[in-house]
């Protein structure tokens, strides 16, 4: 049995906290917020977040962090992508030397364009680092469905001790030596559904999802690679894989948000709405400045920024899509 500890008690953090107990794990869950703890401590079960998922007596909850990074085997950073740098930076004085910490949200950081698992080497310099991503709705995951991931190290050793830590026969672990190209899938795909959502919201059908679905799986593919990513990862779980979930699931909270802007919400509105962190649209600015930098063309990714930050009314943004220059499929 590994001590293990979730930093971050939303939904996904909590539904791993499932996987891990159940194999046999001594698991701690952290929550910056006491009112969260005391909840968790009083029904063992997130009733905002993860309702109707039960949580073992036996698992530890606690706002300590020191408490909850201390002696573990591993660490699981889970709290919203835009918390990654202020957690790691808190959690670093608490950190033993070759610690692994795995991250698990989605996103790039605005300000930096740094990954999440290059923000954690980061601010906490002597520990492993991990990623963990895929199709993965933590409402699903916290029920036992069946669901497969990708765990992802620049070190094979690392990338298998993360699979055997978390697979089972309900959740299934592949290994990947290319974490960049894991971790942009995982966040591009968050503004590629925001797109899907706000077709939704607009009542096109499914050639429009398939057609934004398609594109963007293009778009993410052409800044990957550029940026050094493997073009077979974004054909795979953490690429199309989980961009097809995320656009297609009501489970997604992107989707859901962009449901809400297609039918003619602010962002501010959308988000207020949907009442939990819309990572796509932290990560939506960061995605079209990378697509400048790199010089690799994102039209879905400029108008769902237009429509975010600029007020466009999408379906403006669908017909300027549509209506853009002639070219071939594989082109850009």
């Known amino acids: ?73 591993m660490l699981v950073l889970a709290v919203p992508s835009p918390y990654t740098r202020s957690t790691s930076r808190l959690m670093a004085e608490y950190i033993s ?94 503004v590629v559904a925001l797109a899907a959502g706000i077709a939704d919201g607009l009542g096109y059908g499914d050639n429009t999802k398939a057609a934004l679905i398609t594109r963007g799986i293009a778009e993410i593919s052409r800044l990957g690679v550029a940026m050094g990513g493997k073009l077979e990862t974004f054909g795979g779980l953490t690429g199309i894989g989980d961009l097809i979930v995320t656009c297609a699931s009501m489970h997604s909270r992107n989707r859901r948000a962009g449901i809400l802007l297609g039918q003619g919400k602010t962002m501010d509105e959308a988000m207020a709405e949907v009442k939990m962190v819309v990572e796509g649209v932290y990560s939506a600015k960061a995605a079209k400045a990378l697509g400048e930098k790199y010089r690799v063309d994102l ?29 071939d499929e594989n082109g850009s």
């Open 97 to 190: 030397d070759g610690q692994l910490v795995v991250s698990v949200a989605k996103g790039i950081e605005e300000n930096t364009l740094m990954t999440l698992s290059q923000i954690i080497k980061q601010e906490i310099p002597r520990c492993r680092v991990a990623v963990l991503c895929g199709p993965s709705h933590a409402e699903e995951v916290g029920r036992c469905i069946p669901t497969t991931c990708v765990a992802g190290a620049d070190d094979k050793d690392t990338a298998e001790y993360v699979q055997n830590m978390f697979m089972n026969e309900n959740f299934r672990i592949y290994t990947s030596s290319d974490v960049l190209g894991m971790e942009l899938g995982a966040a591009l795909k968050n």
């Open 299 to 327: 039209p879905i990714i400029d108008q769902v920024n237009l429509i975010l930050f600029e007020n466009k009314p999408a379906a403006e943004a669908v017909r300027d899509l549509m209506m853009r220059d002639r070219r």
């Open 1 to 73: 049995m590994s001590k293990v500890a979730i930093i971050g008690a939303g939904s996904w953090g909590t539904a791993l906290s499932i996987v891990l107990h159940n194999n046999g794990h001594k698991v701690t869950i952290w929550s910056v917020i006491k009112d969260e703890i005391n909840m968790l401590k009083d029904r063992h079960e997130h009733i905002d977040k993860l309702p109707g998922v039960r949580l073992p007596d036996d698992m530890i909850f606690t706002t300590d962090l020191g408490e909850a990074c201390s002696d573990k085997d």
